[in-house]
């Protein structure tokens, strides 16, 4: 009953500077744990003093490890975009990124790789430098989330903003976004997703092709018939009369 009743208090752990006898100095982040009803004391590794030259930004880099120390623990203050950022990138993408050189990735890895390398990029490049500061609860303001759908349209590339970002990359960074708001409502810091059941919106045309398929017309696939050999011109016009998929069309290889 002891333990139950010390275990409810949220902890905010210890984040000390340590001197190393080869390299830069190191910030470490010491917590505990419980395991099979025993006290545990563990530490990690925030980053060197180069990395973060203040207490406050080393604070600021430790605050997933502290979310991550309290999983079932009321937080007094609201976590920052930027911890659930850093906790929804070391719980859910690292997993998927683990792949050794060569190797095959595990089948029970909740996206691709190529799938987890993209969202991690488009949170560290786009999503932290402009949100990391706002706390959490700060998205259920209807105000902030019109700032995000703003944002968002200033992201966009159009004739005004020529150097913008390609409406599918938008539609990335508004994905990941409601992602790591899902996995907030599961470990408790928010009580309904900010961006879910449109509650923030993509701009107009988030899914418009940005150029026009080059379309074969009906002369066009005639002559193609007429200048290919017995087995090419089966196989096209297979394709071209019945419309298969084009995995169905490589199989007539």
């Not at 998927?96 to 595990?106: I, K």
């Not at 089948?107 to 990029?121: D, G, I, L, T, V």
């Amino acid at each position: 009953m002891d333990r139950v009743k010390r275990r409810s208090k949220y902890q905010y752990g210890t984040l000390t500077l340590e001197k190393r006898s080869r390299g830069p100095d190191v910030w470490v982040y010491r917590f505990v744990e419980f395991e099979a009803g025993r006290k545990r004391r563990r530490k990690t590794i925030v980053g060197t003093h180069e990395q973060y030259p203040t207490r406050a930004a080393a604070e600021r880099a430790s605050e997933h490890l502290r979310l991550s120390a309290n999983p079932e623990t009321f937080n007094p203050e609201c976590p920052t975009m930027g911890g659930l950022i850093d906790r929804y990138i070391e719980q859910i993408l690292h997993p998927c990124l683990d792949v050794p050189l060569g190797g095959v990735q595990d089948s029970a890895a909740p996206m691709s790789f190529q799938c987890a390398k993209s969202y991690q990029s488009a949170l560290n490049r786009w999503v932290r430098p402009h949100w990391q500061d706002y706390r959490l609860q700060d998205f259920n303001k209807p105000a902030v989330r019109a700032s995000i759908e703003e944002w968002l349209r200033s992201l966009w590339r159009s004739p005004k903003n020529a150097n913008g970002l390609a409406p599918k990359m938008v539609r990335s960074i508004w994905n990941v976004m409601k992602l790591a708001f899902k996995f907030a409502v599961k470990w408790g810091y928010l009580n309904e997703n900010p961006m879910g059941e449109k509650r923030v919106e993509l701009p107009r045309g988030s899914t418009k092709r940005q150029k026009q398929p080059v379309q074969l017309t009906a002369a066009g696939f005639f002559l193609l018939l007429s200048r290919l050999g017995p087995c090419e011109k089966v196989a096209v016009a297979f394709a071209g009369w019945l419309g298969p998929r084009i995995s169905e069309a490589f199989g007539l290889k």
